[in-house]
């Protein structure tokens, strides 16, 4: 059984910063890739951020230069900073993690939401 616990989310004005955080935990082998998504009502849910259990990181067009994707091994925690932030980033995002389990089975985890909110 694998958990995830995000935070960070919240609300704020176009232009300012936030920062998601995502850490999992129950028992696994590894956790290989961690990412973002995000999603709005009326719309399929997209990738922001995603970092490979190499440490690359990998980001859509829209938040290139203003998102930063990092991750915390010792602490299994990716994190979402999100600089200049715009109305057009308004979302519920999503983590997303790649587990191992200890019997060398993969599966894909998803978080329960975190609603960011951008004024103009």
């Known amino acids: 059984q694998v958990q995830l616990v995000e935070s960070g989310g919240g609300l704020v004005q176009a232009g300012e910063s936030l920062r998601l955080s995502c850490a999992a935990s129950?028992?696994?082998?590894?956790?290989?890739?961690m990412g973002w998504y995000r999603q709005t009502p009326g719309k399929q849910r997209e990738l922001a951020a995603t970092?490979?259990?190499?440490?690359?990181?990998i980001y859509a067009d829209s938040v290139k230069g203003r998102f930063a994707i990092s991750r915390d091994n010792a602490k299994n925690t990716t994190y979402l900073q999100m600089n200049s932030l715009k109305p057009g980033d308004t979302a519920v995002y999503y983590c997303n993690v790649h587990i191992a389990t200890m019997e060398r089975r993969y599966l894909e985890v998803w978080g329960q939401g975190t609603l960011v909110t951008v004024s103009s």
């Open positions: 970092i490979t259990g190499g440490g690359l990181p």
């Open positions: 129950g028992n696994f082998f590894a956790i290989n890739a």
